[in-house]
Nanobody, 122 residues
Framework: VQLQASGGGLAQAEGSLRLSCAAS????????TGWFRQAPGKEREFVAA????????TYKDSVKGRFTISRDNAKNTVYLQMNSLKPEDTAVYYC????????????????WGQGTQVTVSS
C-alpha cells in the first residue's frame, strides 16, 4: 500500500488544520492507519490511530480532546482534524498503515508515507 499525506501548513495557536492520508495500491483496504510526528531534534512520536472499521481509535494523551482521527473507506482516506493547535504541535506528520489493531508502537507499522509539515505559531 502507498500512502500520501497532505494538508499541512502554517496555523496560529488555537487554530485548526486537517491532515489527509490517501491510500492507494491493489491492497489499499483492510489497514489500521496511524499518525506519527517528529519535531526538530526530537524522536518520532505517536499521535493517533484508527482501525479499518473506524470502531477503534487511540490517541496520544496530549492531543486527546483536540485532535480527531476519522476515515472514509470509500475514498481510502484517513483524516486527522487538529483543533486548538499549540506551538508544541509543530512537527512533520507522517501517516502509517498496518494489518492489525491500532497501536502506538511505530515498529509495528510497516507502511509509511512521506511527511507533511505542520507549523503552529504563537
Amino acid at each position: 500500500v502507498q500512502l500520501q499525506a497532505s494538508g499541512g501548513g502554517l496555523a496560529q495557536a488555537e487554530g485548526s488544520l486537517r491532515l489527509s492520508c490517501a491510500a492507494s495500491g491493489r491492497s489499499a483496504s483492510g489497514y489500521t492507519t496511524g499518525w506519527f510526528r517528529q519535531a526538530p531534534g526530537k524522536e518520532r512520536e505517536f499521535v493517533a490511530a484508527i482501525s479499518w472499521s473506524g470502531g477503534a481509535t487511540t490517541y496520544k494523551d496530549s492531543v486527546k480532546g483536540r485532535f480527531t482521527i476519522s476515515r472514509d473507506n470509500a475514498k481510502n482516506t484517513v483524516y486527522l482534524q487538529m483543533n486548538s493547535l499549540k506551538p508544541e504541535d509543530t512537527a512533520v506528520y507522517y501517516c502509517t498503515a498496518r494489518i492489525g489493531g491500532p497501536t502506538a508502537s511505530s515498529a509495528l507499522y510497516p507502511h509509511w508515507g512521506q511527511g507533511t509539515q505542520v507549523t503552529v505559531s504563537s
